[in-house]
């Protein structure tokens, strides 16, 4: 889902790192937010309510709702659309027991 | 250490004041949550008549660079919890950093509008989708709807179509207490007229300025066409609202029901319209708890967007020493917001001796704004201006 060339921004040059979401390895790109980096890997699904464990995502994309808060590197409730990526990086699901 | 000027905001209010004080030969530090400096400036991209294209980042960038390169320090990443009488402003990690004057810049934010579905992956604030879009570049879907009409959610669909993602449509929401007049064809129809630099086609810009008649805007539901009208090759429907947005665990489908002639919603013939990402636009408003767990006197203005700060001509607000530009006066363009910038921290040379002809300085400062505004070709509160005056008369009677 990336945008390879856009018509007027041009081509994107930006170093990719590693980082691993839930267990699993993905290639993001230097600067971009984990919620950014997850999208363009097709992934959606952040973390499941307290409750209900319904699926949810990025809403605000600004830092404002936390609907999008992760665990990072052992830190709780980081939010993914204003965290940076960094290379090795360890993203992981809340609400879940076993992601 | 104890700062001149302390600035809460990095986006276009705030480093331009930053800039602005301190080549007057302030000392001045911006706080600001995010990684990256620049707020909503980030992801803005259109075509301005006659000028070429705006693109907010590479404007951020400059802007940075010019006040990093003259001494304006940056503190990203950090959030103020809060500002104590002396000044001293807290910061999320408990630090307090001391100074004389104190500048909130924190912009606007988007208003919720709570459609059944709408906590699903794949509804996103149609500001999150310009981020996604103009700033990471990547798509916030493949097949799109957009819920809700107003200056932003146009143009954010024609910025989405040119990045290669198919908008199916912008639709209005369904009637409920968050909706309002977002749910209402004739309300909206009449405030499309303000929204012509967006070029919206032909019809729409004259239906807009004839709606401005009472007689005319009963009419309104009944011509504008079922299958909507194209803006630019996306299709505005001011007849069909969605109900109901779908999926098992992220977004398939939105419901859309179409309106009849009488203004009515027609839930029988609703169908299903297949998307991966609803963008949602509620329309924006100042963000200014801040200014208000201070004790600055607040006040609630309609046609600037919701509770701003009441504040003076040149800015301060109720608490002597403390400034505010930008969008928590009020919801307007990025070029408001600079000159907004520009004045306070013109006031707050003045304040601290710097300048040798404030009053011209602070006449100069306050026409660049009203030139601003009168020049915007993105108005998003149709009546600001009878907003500022507002203000100006509240802040005489204070
Ligand atoms: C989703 C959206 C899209 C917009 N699109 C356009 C557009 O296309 N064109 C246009 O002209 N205008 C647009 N605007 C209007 C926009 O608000 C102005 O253009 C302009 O960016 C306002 O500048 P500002 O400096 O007042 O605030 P902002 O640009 O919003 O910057 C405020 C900064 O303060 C930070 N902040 C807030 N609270 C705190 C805190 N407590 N601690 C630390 N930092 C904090 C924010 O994170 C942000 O970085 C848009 C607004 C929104 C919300
Ligand atoms: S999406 Fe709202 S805080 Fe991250």
Redesign the interface.
């Known amino acids: 889902?990336?945008?390879a060339d856009?018509?007027?921004?041009g081509k994107?040059r930006k170093r990719e790192v590693t980082i691993t979401f839930n267990g699993t390895s993905y290639t993001a790109l230097e600067?971009?937010?984990i919620a950014?980096a997850l999208?363009?890997n097709n992934i959606?699904?952040?973390r499941y309510?307290e409750i209900a464990k319904?699926?949810?995502?990025?809403?605000?994309?600004?830092?404002?709702?936390f609907?999008c808060r992760v665990t990072v590197d052992g830190v709780r409730s980081k939010r993914a659309?204003?965290?940076?990526v960094k290379d090795g990086m360890f993203i992981s699901s809340q609400g879940v027991d076993s992601p | 250490m104890k700062f001149d000027l302390v600035v809460i905001g990095a986006g276009p209010a705030g480093i331009s004041a930053a800039i602005k004080a301190r080549k007057n030969g302030a000392h001045v530090l911006i706080v600001d949550e995010n990684p990256v400096a620049g707020g909503k400036l980030l992801g803005q991209l259109y075509e301005v008549p006659d000028k070429g294209w705006w693109i907010g980042q590479r404007i951020a960038e400059k802007l940075v660079d010019q006040a990093t390169s003259i001494g304006v320090q940056f503190l990203q990443e950090t959030e103020a919890w809060g500002i104590f009488p002396g000044w001293k402003v807290v910061l999320e990690n408990s630090e307090t950093i001391d100074t004389s004057y104190v500048l909130i810049a924190t912009g606007a934010a988007e208003k919720a509008l709570p459609i059944p579905g709408w906590t699903k992956p794949g509804v996103i604030a149609i500001g999150a989708a310009q981020v996604l879009t103009n700033y990471h570049r990547v798509k916030p879907g493949k097949r799109v709807a957009i819920i809700g009409v107003d200056p932003l959610s146009l143009s954010i669909a024609q910025e989405l179509q040119l990045a290669g993602v198919e908008v199916v449509g912008i639709y209005l929401p369904p009637i409920n207490p968050f909706s309002q007049e977002k749910a209402d064809p004739h309300y909206l129809l009449t405030n499309l007229a303000k929204m012509s630099h967006l070029a919206p086609n032909q019809l729409l810009k004259t239906a807009g300025k004839m709606l401005h008649n009472p007689f005319v805007k009963k009419l309104a539901a009944k011509w504008y066409p079922a299958n909507g009208l194209k803006i630019g090759n996306i299709p505005l429907y001011l007849r069909k609202r969605v109900m109901e947005i779908g999926g098992e665990t992220e977004v398939d489908h939105i419901r859309v029901a179409p309106i009849n002639r009488n203004g009515g919603t027609v839930l029988d013939d609703s169908i299903p319209v297949e998307v991966d990402c609803v963008c949602l636009s509620g329309g924006l408003y100042p963000l200014s708890e801040l200014a208000g767990s201070v004790g600055c006197k607040m006040v609630t203005i309609k046609e600037l967007g919701g509770t701003i700060p009441l504040y003076s001509p040149e800015m301060e607000t109720t608490q002597s020493g403390l400034f505010v530009a930008g969008n928590i006066t009020g919801i307007e363009g990025a070029k408001v917001a600079m000159a907004q910038g520009n004045l306070a921290a013109t006031a707050i040379s003045s304040r601290l001796g710097l300048l040798e002809n404030p009053s011209s300085a602070l006449e100069q400062a306050i026409s660049e704004v009203e030139k601003e505004r009168k020049n915007a070709i993105l108005t998003f509160m149709p009546q600001v201006e009878e907003g500022r005056e507002k203000v100006t008369t509240m802040w005489k009677t204070t």
């Open positions: 889902m990336r945008i856009h018509p007027i921004l994107q600067g971009e937010s950014a999208l363009a959606r699904t952040l309510s319904s699926p949810r995502a990025l809403y605000c994309g600004i830092g404002h709702c609907e659309c204003i965290t940076t």
